[in-house]
């Protein structure tokens, strides 16, 4: 006779070895019914905005660009800019300019990707992003978050919620509802409307001397950040990177998701090359981007010797770069009736990283491998989650 689970039949008569059977049943599906489900772990991705991508398949990414356009208007209390008439223009000129970048990439480093840093309401326009993503090879990844700087305020929404009660909890559900949802839409009122299109970064600045609500958005990043693992990327005014990683891990976020940014000139405030500021934030476990590459004071020898500082004191690992380019700024964002003629185009080279500073890099003795490390293998860690 053969044998059944839980029971030797040859033991048993007919009526027992039924019994025993439904006994048995009832106590499989009991022990299933108590056993916790299994949790669907899904792999690290890097949200683009045509959807989620491996990380390997990212090649060299610029961490923090602009592309194609910003606008400050409601910084200013004053209507967007019209683009309508400007679209294509704005589309073709841009995706040439990226193309240049992808051509730049050797086969092993490619397709090539970029961080769009323009947070929400400056000229953020998640569709345009995605028109613009489907005319290049380049990978682009959107950004969340409120940004300030000196030179502009803060957004009035992020105003407001930085210091009503509860504010910043209601910006970090905005901030988690782009990530994990879409994008809000420009067009219409604050938060009426959302978007398909997700972001892969949150992205959030200081201006000189870091405000009361300046702190709330940094708290709504970090709890943002800790419920969903997207990584943060700051703006900082001549210092306040260092202010801004200790409020940031306070806060509870995690020092590899946090990333300090526009570091390469006067960054501890006072000298024109702060080596030692840079080694005192890569010891909290942050990383340091060097996202101003071949901007005036932020020239490409410069920010080649305070990279080799970095992978010099062991901190290879936590560094990123890129050039900080928008090829269009509206101009005229003070005025109250506004025009496609408030356009300043420019015309950014987004090949000086992969081109100049590489060899700047080259030149100091930092090793092909190393390279790789900071514009390759870097990103694709700090971008997934």
Known sequence: MESVPFFDRR?????????????????????????PPQRQERAAAVQTVLGPVDPQGLGATLMHEHAPSVDWSELYATPAAPLDSLRERMLTE?????????????AEDGPGAIVECTPIRVGRYPQLLVDLARRTRVHIIASTGFWCEALAPQHPWALRLGIEPGG???????????????????????????????????KIGT???????????????AMASRRTGCPITTHTTNGGGLEQARLLLKSGADPGRVIIGHQGHMDDGKNAEAGDYHLEIAKLGCTL???RVGAGNYDCEKQARLIRNLVEGGFERQILVSHDHVPYFYGEFSSETKDSQGWRENRPDFTIVTTKLVASLEQLGVSQSRIRTILVENPQRVLAF
């Open 94 to 106: 841009t995706s040439g300019m990226l193309n240049a970048f992808h051509r730049s990439l050797s």
């Open 168 to 202: 910043a909890d209601k910006m970090a559900d905005l901030f988690v509802r782009e990530i994990t949802e879409g994008m809000e839409d420009p067009h219409g009122g604050r938060g009426e409307r959302f978007t398909a299109i997700r972001v892969g970064a949150i």
């Open 289 to 291: 981007q060097f996202d």
């Open 207 to 221: 201006s000189a001397l870091m405000s009361p609500s300046e702190k709330a958005v940094h708290l709504a990043a």
């Open 11 to 35: 033991n048993l008569g007919r009526r027992q070895f039924l019994a025993g059977s439904a006994v048995a049943a009832w106590t499989a599906l009991q022990l299933g019914a108590c056993r």
